[in-house]
Protein backbone atom coordinates (compact mmCIF):
# COMPACT_ATOMS: atom_id res chain seq x y z
CA UNK A 1 0.00 0.00 0.00
CA UNK A 2 1.62 3.37 -1.02
CA UNK A 3 0.86 5.84 2.35
CA UNK A 4 0.75 9.21 2.10
CA UNK A 5 0.88 11.85 4.76
CA UNK A 6 -2.50 13.98 4.22
CA UNK A 7 -1.14 17.32 2.11
CA UNK A 8 -2.93 18.07 -1.32
CA UNK A 9 0.60 17.52 -3.15
CA UNK A 10 1.62 14.41 -1.34
CA UNK A 11 -1.77 12.69 -1.37
CA UNK A 12 -2.28 13.54 -5.49
CA UNK A 13 1.32 11.97 -5.94
CA UNK A 14 1.32 9.18 -3.77
CA UNK A 15 -2.16 8.35 -5.80
CA UNK A 16 -0.28 8.65 -9.47
CA UNK A 17 2.26 6.25 -7.30
CA UNK A 18 -0.27 4.27 -6.88
CA UNK A 19 -1.67 4.36 -10.20
CA UNK A 20 1.32 3.62 -12.46
CA UNK A 21 2.80 0.87 -10.48
CA UNK A 22 -1.38 -0.75 -11.30
CA UNK A 23 -1.25 0.29 -14.54
CA UNK A 24 2.01 -1.45 -14.47
CA UNK A 25 0.86 -4.26 -13.46
CA UNK A 26 -2.46 -4.96 -13.85
CA UNK A 27 -3.01 -2.55 -17.39
CA UNK A 28 -4.64 0.82 -17.64
CA UNK A 29 -8.24 -1.18 -18.87
CA UNK A 30 -8.50 -3.90 -15.71
CA UNK A 31 -7.27 -1.12 -13.01
CA UNK A 32 -10.33 0.30 -11.58
CA UNK A 33 -10.33 3.93 -8.81
CA UNK A 34 -11.37 1.19 -6.72
CA UNK A 35 -8.12 -0.34 -6.74
CA UNK A 36 -6.62 2.93 -6.37
CA UNK A 37 -8.37 3.97 -3.87
CA UNK A 38 -7.37 1.14 -2.01
CA UNK A 39 -3.74 1.52 -2.89
CA UNK A 40 -3.42 4.55 -1.00
CA UNK A 41 -6.02 4.06 1.85
CA UNK A 42 -9.09 5.93 0.59
CA UNK A 43 -12.65 5.44 -0.67
CA UNK A 44 -13.80 6.60 -3.80
CA UNK A 45 -15.58 9.64 -3.00
CA UNK A 46 -12.71 10.96 -1.58
CA UNK A 47 -10.36 9.73 -4.06
CA UNK A 48 -12.28 12.45 -6.38
CA UNK A 49 -11.47 15.06 -4.51
CA UNK A 50 -7.50 14.54 -5.58
CA UNK A 51 -8.61 13.64 -9.07
CA UNK A 52 -11.09 13.77 -11.70
CA UNK A 53 -10.95 10.17 -13.30
CA UNK A 54 -9.01 7.44 -13.89
CA UNK A 55 -8.08 8.37 -17.58
CA UNK A 56 -7.07 11.95 -16.11
CA UNK A 57 -4.54 10.04 -13.78
CA UNK A 58 -3.12 8.32 -16.98
CA UNK A 59 -2.78 11.31 -19.05
CA UNK A 60 -1.21 12.94 -16.35
CA UNK A 61 1.79 10.04 -16.08
CA UNK A 62 1.85 9.93 -19.57
CA UNK A 63 1.82 13.97 -20.49
CA UNK A 64 4.46 13.83 -17.31
CA UNK A 65 6.26 11.53 -18.40
CA UNK A 66 6.86 13.25 -22.27
CA UNK A 67 7.27 16.31 -20.68
CA UNK A 68 9.85 15.15 -17.95
CA UNK A 69 11.70 13.62 -21.58
CA UNK A 70 11.32 17.04 -23.14
CA UNK A 71 12.98 19.05 -20.44
CA UNK A 72 15.47 16.92 -20.18
CA UNK A 73 16.47 16.80 -23.76
CA UNK A 74 16.72 21.06 -23.58
CA UNK A 75 18.75 20.58 -20.28
CA UNK A 76 21.33 18.13 -22.06
CA UNK A 77 21.69 20.40 -24.66
CA UNK A 78 22.61 24.00 -23.16
CA UNK A 79 26.13 25.16 -24.08
CA UNK A 80 26.57 22.46 -26.54
CA UNK A 81 27.68 23.43 -29.66
CA UNK A 82 29.66 20.48 -31.15
CA UNK A 83 26.65 18.17 -32.58
CA UNK A 84 28.56 14.81 -31.42
CA UNK A 85 28.54 15.83 -27.93
CA UNK A 86 25.35 17.13 -28.35
CA UNK A 87 24.02 13.99 -29.88
CA UNK A 88 26.12 11.95 -26.76
CA UNK A 89 24.36 14.10 -24.09
CA UNK A 90 20.65 13.92 -25.67
CA UNK A 91 20.94 10.31 -25.52
CA UNK A 92 22.56 9.57 -21.88
CA UNK A 93 19.74 11.90 -20.85
CA UNK A 94 17.34 9.54 -22.78
CA UNK A 95 18.67 6.14 -21.50
CA UNK A 96 18.93 7.75 -17.64
CA UNK A 97 15.48 8.78 -17.95
CA UNK A 98 14.60 5.58 -19.27
CA UNK A 99 17.14 3.53 -16.55
CA UNK A 100 15.42 5.61 -13.76
CA UNK A 101 11.52 5.73 -14.72
CA UNK A 102 10.82 2.50 -16.05
CA UNK A 103 7.18 2.13 -14.62
CA UNK A 104 6.58 5.49 -16.43
CA UNK A 105 8.50 4.57 -19.97
CA UNK A 106 6.19 0.86 -19.63
CA UNK A 107 3.26 2.85 -19.37
CA UNK A 108 3.36 5.23 -21.98
CA UNK A 109 4.64 2.77 -24.47
CA UNK A 110 1.63 0.18 -23.23
CA UNK A 111 -1.30 2.58 -22.84
CA UNK A 112 -1.17 4.43 -25.32
CA UNK A 113 -4.66 3.37 -27.15
CA UNK A 114 -5.96 3.94 -23.07
CA UNK A 115 -6.23 7.51 -23.74
CA UNK A 116 -9.19 9.38 -25.12
CA UNK A 117 -8.69 11.32 -28.43
CA UNK A 118 -7.73 14.45 -26.98
CA UNK A 119 -5.22 13.44 -24.42
CA UNK A 120 -3.90 10.92 -27.36
CA UNK A 121 -3.08 14.03 -29.31
CA UNK A 122 -1.25 15.85 -26.66
CA UNK A 123 0.68 13.28 -26.00
CA UNK A 124 1.65 12.23 -29.16
CA UNK A 125 2.03 16.11 -30.49
CA UNK A 126 5.16 15.76 -27.05
CA UNK A 127 6.31 12.29 -28.89
CA UNK A 128 6.44 13.23 -32.54
CA UNK A 129 8.85 16.89 -30.77
CA UNK A 130 10.99 14.79 -28.57
CA UNK A 131 11.98 12.41 -31.94
CA UNK A 132 12.32 15.86 -33.86
CA UNK A 133 15.16 16.76 -31.28
CA UNK A 134 17.13 13.73 -32.04
CA UNK A 135 16.14 13.81 -36.03
CA UNK A 136 17.36 17.63 -36.03
CA UNK A 137 20.38 16.47 -34.12
CA UNK A 138 21.67 13.85 -37.00
CA UNK A 139 20.14 16.34 -39.45
CA UNK A 140 22.51 19.11 -38.07
CA UNK A 141 25.60 16.25 -37.64
CA UNK A 142 25.36 14.77 -41.57
CA UNK A 143 25.14 18.52 -43.17
CA UNK A 144 28.02 18.86 -41.06
CA UNK A 145 29.55 15.97 -42.57
CA UNK A 146 29.94 14.89 -39.10
CA UNK A 147 27.20 11.77 -39.26
CA UNK A 148 26.68 9.37 -41.99
CA UNK A 149 23.52 7.38 -42.32
CA UNK A 150 21.25 6.11 -44.76
CA UNK A 151 18.01 7.90 -43.24
CA UNK A 152 17.46 10.20 -40.47
CA UNK A 153 14.28 8.88 -39.49
CA UNK A 154 15.93 5.21 -39.36
CA UNK A 155 18.43 6.42 -36.87
CA UNK A 156 16.59 8.95 -34.78
CA UNK A 157 14.03 5.64 -34.02
CA UNK A 158 17.03 3.58 -33.34
CA UNK A 159 18.50 6.25 -30.46
CA UNK A 160 15.28 6.32 -29.29
CA UNK A 161 14.80 2.33 -28.76
CA UNK A 162 17.74 2.65 -26.57
CA UNK A 163 16.23 4.04 -23.73
CA UNK A 164 13.06 1.92 -23.97
CA UNK A 165 14.88 -1.10 -24.01
CA UNK A 166 16.84 -0.10 -21.08
CA UNK A 167 13.62 0.14 -19.14
CA UNK A 168 12.59 -3.16 -20.00
CA UNK A 169 15.67 -4.81 -18.67
CA UNK A 170 18.03 -2.44 -16.38
CA UNK A 171 18.13 -3.50 -12.46
CA UNK A 172 20.00 -0.95 -9.83
CA UNK A 173 21.77 -4.50 -8.90
CA UNK A 174 23.04 -5.35 -12.14
CA UNK A 175 26.11 -6.06 -13.83
CA UNK A 176 27.05 -2.42 -14.85
CA UNK A 177 25.82 0.88 -12.85
CA UNK A 178 23.30 3.44 -14.70
CA UNK A 179 26.53 5.59 -15.79
CA UNK A 180 28.63 2.76 -17.45
CA UNK A 181 25.46 1.66 -19.05
CA UNK A 182 24.60 5.61 -20.13
CA UNK A 183 28.15 6.16 -21.44
CA UNK A 184 28.06 2.77 -23.36
CA UNK A 185 25.00 3.67 -24.80
CA UNK A 186 26.30 7.01 -25.73
CA UNK A 187 28.38 5.39 -27.49
CA UNK A 188 26.09 3.03 -29.21
CA UNK A 189 24.00 6.37 -30.35
CA UNK A 190 27.15 7.84 -32.12
CA UNK A 191 27.61 4.43 -34.16
CA UNK A 192 24.10 4.78 -34.91
CA UNK A 193 24.65 8.17 -36.59
CA UNK A 194 27.43 7.03 -38.19
CA UNK A 195 29.82 9.32 -36.08
CA UNK A 196 33.13 10.70 -37.72
CA UNK A 197 34.94 11.67 -34.79
Not at 152 to 165: E, F, N, Q, T
Amino acid sequence: MVRSVGQDGTRSASIRAAALELFARHGYEATTMADIGAAVGMRGPSLYKHVASKQDILARIMVGTMDALLDAHRVALLGVDDVTVALRRATEAHVRYHARHRLEAFVGNREIRGLTEGHRRAVLRRRASYENGFRQLITRGTEQDRFHVPSIRLASYAILDLGMGVANWYREDGELSEDQIVWHYGDLALRIAGATG
